[in-house]
């Protein structure tokens, strides 16, 4: 009978029954993390507050807790969780070297370059890049290869206060690539200014890195513990599958 069901209606069968099945009893309390306006995976505006926020609300729902989130710019958000205002934020790149913990993977951010039609990006190895001037954005990680080179001062970049405004920058002709999640890219056409210059655009074939997206906590007795709980949560399911069918559009 399930089998019958569309997608959508499918998870929102599954999501009533595992609050049917929480164990009576159990402890039930708020995640309060810190996260930004990135859609489709984040935003105040989209339903649920986008797909990662769907995915750790899902996890949480195993052990009955909820999930509290405020939406901030991004180092502000990353703030929040250094200075101990909250416990955690999202979503973030694994990053090794980092003192924080990382849950298990919410969900998956295939970084790609965004290229005009007319001026397509030749490149074989990261270095090659160097002989274009690369749009990102401040404060965000790229990849170790990237951000190496634009320390170096090897890589040439303009900074863009977020991916409409190096969208539009991108198709004015004034940088010559943008490095970012191509969920995001698709996301954005809709937008109306993006939808007039979406034509000039492409998707260079050459994916730059398939990253994986994480809550981070603090690394203290309260971060650890609500980093069980949310891994706890996210081995219940299939989040790449859940991602996927949330990116598929409604028919």
């Keep these: 009978m399930m089998d019958a069901l569309p997608k959508k209606i499918r998870t929102l069968c599954v999501c009533f029954m595992v609050a049917m099945c929480i164990p009576a009893g159990i402890n039930a309390d708020t995640l309060e993390l810190s996260t930004i306006e990135w859609p489709p995976f984040t935003g105040s505006t989209l339903p649920q507050h986008g797909i990662n926020s769907q995915v750790?609300?899902?996890?949480?729902?195993?052990?009955?807790?909820?999930?509290?989130?405020?939406?901030?710019?991004?180092?502000?958000?990353?703030?929040?969780?250094?200075?101990?205002?909250?416990?955690?934020?999202?979503?973030?790149?694994?990053?090794?070297?980092?003192?924080?913990?990382?849950?298990?993977?919410?969900?998956?951010?295939?970084?790609?370059?965004?290229?005009?039609?007319?001026?397509?990006?030749?490149?074989?190895?990261?270095?090659?890049?160097?002989?274009?001037?690369?749009?990102?954005?401040?404060?965000?990680?790229?990849?170790?290869?990237?951000?190496?080179?634009?320390?170096?001062?090897?890589?040439?970049?303009?900074?863009?206060?977020?991916?409409?405004?190096?969208?539009?920058?991108?198709?004015?002709?004034?940088?010559?690539?943008?490095?970012?999640?191509?969920?995001?890219?698709?996301?954005?056409?809709?937008?109306?200014?993006?939808?007039?210059?979406?034509p000039l655009l492409q998707v260079n074939p050459k994916i730059v890195q398939d990253k994986t997206l994480h809550v981070t906590f603090n690394n203290t007795q309260e971060g650890k513990k609500w980093c069980d709980i949310v891994n706890q949560g996210l081995a219940q399911f299939d989040v790449q599958a859940m991602q996927n069918d949330l990116l598929t559009p409604v028919e």
């Design 56 to 198: 750790i609300t899902q996890a949480l729902s195993y052990q009955g807790h909820t999930l509290a989130i405020g939406v901030l710019p991004w180092n502000r958000a990353s703030r929040t969780v250094k200075t101990g205002q909250v416990v955690g934020y999202y979503p973030t790149y694994y990053n090794p070297s980092s003192e924080l913990l990382f849950s298990d993977p919410i969900g998956a951010s295939p970084l790609v370059l965004i290229e005009r039609k007319s001026n397509p990006i030749i490149w074989d190895k990261v270095s090659d890049l160097n002989q274009y001037e690369l749009g990102v954005l401040k404060g965000y990680i790229n990849t170790v290869e990237i951000d190496e080179m634009i320390a170096n001062g090897s890589q040439k970049f303009e900074t863009g206060i977020d991916e409409k405004q190096n969208i539009l920058k991108l198709a004015a002709g004034r940088i010559d690539t943008i490095i970012m999640d191509v969920n995001v890219f698709e996301y954005l056409k809709s937008d109306p200014q993006i939808a007039k210059v979406a």
